[in-house]
């Protein structure tokens, strides 16, 4: 019960004014976002993700692309939405690359909206032949497509009934209701976050920043903003592909050939808390229990 504690972070704070709602344009801007964050320094863009970003491009010439690095992320954070926001993401564990770039692409479409798509992710056919002047959030039916979560009902947590939504793109126009309350959950999360409840690797992820809070937090709101959304499949309107990766050896999430290709961490093993304690001495008790108690139960 003392180790349980040690990872919260209370705070006096009011969410909703760190969130200042974009200009009032309506429609899907026509950006699109792709994020590539890692610590490791021989971790490289690999061919094959140049030739698909290359393809993109040449698929919407008219679109404006944007390839966020860690150079780009302070001073955008900083500017759009400040210190206090930035501290938010700073304080996701940076070997977890995976979950700063949930956050980050959650900031990205609520300022600017647009498209964002994961950078194993692509398109064949182009954005404007599919998206609508009407669209505020292109909300993808998964179905059969999904991560293999999707599949195996049992991997995911019981409060979430209905169907599990994924994050690898995301059509959004700014200021959508859903990504706003999405980033409220999420900042209210590293907060209250417990690495013993919530998780670590793929699950803490999932928890913190990933498909679990994203689905979480559409639902809670989706009711209420019926006309501001439009589910559509994706995969036949825009010949959207989960991976380039993806072949009938490696027929799931395609990170284990990216993570290989471009020599970035994987985080889906990792036992460290996805969330930093501020408290120095805590966050190396944290540590060094889970990574002992990941150990026993491997032993088990």
Not at 40 to 45: I, T, Y
Not at 98 to 115: K, M, N, Q
Not at 200 to 226: F, L
Request: glycine share 6%.
């Amino acid at each position: 019960m003392f180790l349980t504690k040690l990872s919260h972070k209370g705070k006096d704070i009011n969410y909703n004014d760190l969130l200042v709602m974009p200009s009032n344009q309506t429609g899907i801007s026509k950006k699109i976002f792709q994020i590539y964050l890692t610590t490791n320094c021989k971790a490289k863009l690999s061919q094959r993700l140049v030739d698909n970003i290359e393809k993109i491009k040449s698929l919407n010439p008219e679109w404006e692309y944007n390839l966020f690095t860690y150079k780009n992320v302070k001073p955008f954070i900083l500017q759009n939405y400040g210190k206090i926001v930035y501290s938010y993401f700073s304080r996701i564990n940076p070997k977890y690359g995976a979950a700063r770039a949930d956050f980050l692409r959650y900031l990205l479409i609520y300022h600017y909206g647009g498209v964002y798509l994961d950078l194993k992710c692509t398109f064949t056919k182009p954005l404007s032949d599919s998206l609508l002047t009407s669209d505020a959030f292109v909300l993808p039916i998964w179905g059969e497509h999904g991560e293999r979560g999707e599949r195996d009902r049992s991997v995911i947590p019981s409060d979430i009934t209905r169907e599990l939504l994924l994050n690898p793109v995301i059509i959004s126009s700014p200021g959508h209701p859903f990504i706003y309350r999405l980033l409220v959950n999420i900042m209210k999360k590293i907060d209250s976050y417990n690495p013993y409840t919530d998780g670590v690797g793929w699950n803490g992820v999932h928890e913190v920043t990933g498909p679990w809070i994203y689905s979480r937090s559409i639902y809670e709101c989706i009711d209420k903003n019926n006309g501001l959304f439009r589910r559509d499949d994706i995969h036949q309107s825009l010949g959207y592909c989960l991976s380039i990766y993806k072949n009938k050896e490696n027929n799931e999430y395609g990170g284990v050939g990216l993570h290989a290709e471009t020599k970035m961490t994987d985080y889906r093993r990792n036992v460290e808390p996805v969330v930093k304690n501020d408290n120095q001495v805590l966050e190396m008790v944290n540590r060094i229990y889970l990574h002992i108690l990941f150990k026993y139960r491997k032993m088990k």
